[in-house]
């Protein structure tokens, strides 16, 4: 145990450049894959399906607003024949007066 607190001690005197460089980048590079496979991956993942989402949404809410649109004409067009249809009544004989009319 000694001997080991000794070398650790005495590593940065006694070790190379390369090695040196070696653990800086190990240590610098490591950090960054973890974050990049265990965090910004999912993210982005997760990102992407709620975007996919939110296309779909906005289509359906185009669906709904054009049904609104169309019962707003809809409803327009029922006034119109209502009042058609009221007109017409007025017209046309009731059903005590079709006896007289066929004598």
């Known amino acids: 145990m000694k001997t080991l607190w000794e070398k650790l001690k005495t590593w ?4 190379t450049n390369r090695e040196k460089f070696l653990i800086v ?15 910004y991956v999912p993210t982005k993942e997760k990102i992407n399906v709620l ?7 906005d289509l359906e809410i185009q669906k ?10 809809l409803e ?10 009221e007109r017409v009544k007025e017209i046309l004989p ?6 007289d009319i066929l004598r």
């Not at 940065?12 to 070790?15: G, L, P, Q």
């Not at 327009?76 to 249809?85: G, I």
């Open 64 to 73: 709904y607003e054009d049904m609104a649109r169309k019962t707003a004409v």
């Open 94 to 99: 009731s059903e005590k007066e079709i006896p």
């Open 25 to 39: 980048f190990v240590s610098i590079l490591v950090p960054l894959f973890l974050f990049y496979k265990f965090y």
């Open 76 to 85: 327009a067009q029922m006034r119109q024949r209502q009042e058609f249809l």
């Open 51 to 57: 975007k996919e989402e939110v296309k779909k949404l």
């Open 12 to 15: 940065e005197k006694t070790a």
